[in-house]
């Protein structure tokens, strides 16, 4: 079946823009997550939400930072007023549930570059 | 807060030579996970471990999972060049309402020369 699906998969913005990234996870898994990964580095987490819900954000670096999830499925990272700190790729992950048992499976990532 | 933290962070190996990556934990955790991920790509999902004492083994992979739950190691003998690539290992944060987040180490980047 289709994997982590997530768009755009390249995104190069101007210093001060909003962007918005989307996440379409696996069909039937409740958890997704968030990551950014810095060239190089490790998996920095954002936020991970259970159905529509987000337990922990504490994650988001900053108030420029939101996301949502709509129908227990897609989601959607927002970036506001974007800086190039904000730069690195942007790791979405599924998992059928959270807990023992659920590895999680990543997307492809969309890499941001901000100018 | 709970801290995962892995080593070493960079390792060059000859194709043949044996590879191992250790994470540690801060807290007791309930299982742990280990991703690979290969250069320009995602991270992958390789094992979980759950049990106090395990060990996992997949080919030349050997996983364990210390007796207190609080370290795990990963070693791969004779390693090849398809094992080039980023190590994670990644634990669940064990308490108040964030059982689900995963914490991933900073990764071990396995280089092995021809």
């Known amino acids: 079946g289709a994997g982590v699906s997530q768009s755009p998969s390249n995104k190069v913005t101007e210093k001060g823009k909003d962007v918005e990234l989307r996440c379409d996870p696996i069909s039937g898994h409740t958890a997704l997550y968030w990551y950014r990964q810095s060239l190089g580095q490790g998996l920095e987490f954002l936020i991970y939400?259970?159905?529509?819900?987000?337990?922990?954000k504490s994650g988001l670096p900053s108030d420029r930072f939101s996301a949502e999830r709509t129908g227990g499925s897609v989601s959607t990272l927002t970036i506001q007023r974007t800086q190039q700190e904000d730069s690195a790729v942007y790791l979405c992950?599924?998992?059928?549930?959270?807990?023992?048992?659920?590895?999680?499976?990543f997307g492809n990532g969309t890499r941001l570059t901000v100018t | 807060g709970q801290q995962v933290m892995q080593i070493p962070q960079y390792q060059h190996v000859q194709e043949g030579e044996d590879f191992t990556t250790y994470c540690n934990s801060s807290?007791?955790?309930?299982?742990i996970q280990w991703y690979k991920q290969r250069p320009g790509g995602h991270p992958v999902f390789l094992i979980q471990l759950v049990k106090s004492g395990e060990v996992k083994k997949q080919k030349r992979l050997t996983f364990q999972f210390g007796e207190a739950k609080k370290n795990s190691s990963l070693h791969i003998t004779a390693t090849q060049t398809t094992d080039v690539g980023t190590y994670f290992c990644?634990?669940?944060?064990?308490?108040?309402?964030?059982?689900?987040?995963?914490?991933f180490g900073q990764g071990t980047i396995l280089t092995v020369h021809p």
């Open positions: 807290t007791t955790l309930s299982n």
């Open positions: 992950a599924s998992s059928l549930a959270t807990g023992v048992g659920s590895p999680l499976h």
């Open positions: 990644a634990g669940p944060y064990a308490g108040g309402t964030s059982y689900g987040k995963l914490t």
């Open positions: 939400f259970q159905g529509n819900s987000a337990p922990d």
